[in-house]
């Protein structure tokens, strides 16, 4: 059992009918997406849950997860913590497969993300892998000439977090105050 989690519903028929359904295809394998977002390849079956529905992820275990996105979704430290874990106690070779860009190192009330606690976690049992955009053997000529015109407008810690997906702090949810340092510019309200 396979359980693949995205920020929105939205991207999960995307992605069945834009990668899954051609690869499918091209293998011969039959493969049907339902209504409630099973998809069956095969004998096998993936559910698809979106972290905009977060009470539709508990409840089942599964031997593998994968959450496209996780700096996005792992911003919601319930998913993890009430879903994510517990679906994995049933299978002692579970295994979860947390990707996507990193979204700093810290959540809005200042406690550490859970993708950069799970990402720096040291561990035998833990294997954490970077990439940049220029790792990506699918970019076009034309694809990296378009990514090249846009890190020009981008913050230097931005650059580092969105290229080449580094665990950067204040680069996440503040893509105009990029010299905000909380220490500096929040003061406590006075009292009357």
Not at 58 to 75: H, M, T, V
Not at 118 to 136: A, E, G, K, V
Not at 137 to 151: H, Q, R, Y
Request: charged share 20%; aromatic share 12%; glycine share 8%.
């Amino acid at each position: 059992p396979i359980l693949w989690g995205d920020t929105i519903a939205g991207n999960v028929e995307r992605y069945w009918q834009r990668y899954f359904q051609p690869a499918l295809a091209a293998n011969g394998i039959d493969g049907h997406l339902s209504a409630k977002n099973i998809g069956t390849i095969g004998s096998g079956y993936i559910d698809f849950r979106s972290a905009d529905r977060p009470e539709n992820w508990e409840g089942f275990g599964y031997r593998k997860i994968i959450l496209n996105e996780a700096g996005i979704i792992l911003s919601d430290p319930y998913l993890y913590t009430n879903a994510v874990l517990p679906m994995m106690m049933d299978y002692p070779d579970a295994e979860l497969f947390a990707m996507g860009v990193p979204k700093g190192k810290k959540l809005r009330d200042g406690s550490e993300h859970p993708f950069s606690r799970i990402f720096h976690s040291d561990t035998p049992q833990h294997r954490s892998l970077t990439f940049s955009t220029w790792d990506n053997p699918f970019l076009s000529p034309d694809d990296i000439a378009m990514t090249v015109a846009e890190i020009s407008a981008m913050d230097p810690a931005q650059e580092q977090q969105e290229i080449y997906g580094k665990f950067i702090d204040g680069a996440a949810g503040m893509p105009f105050a990029f010299a905000f340092d909380p220490e500096r510019h929040v003061k406590p309200c006075a009292m009357r």
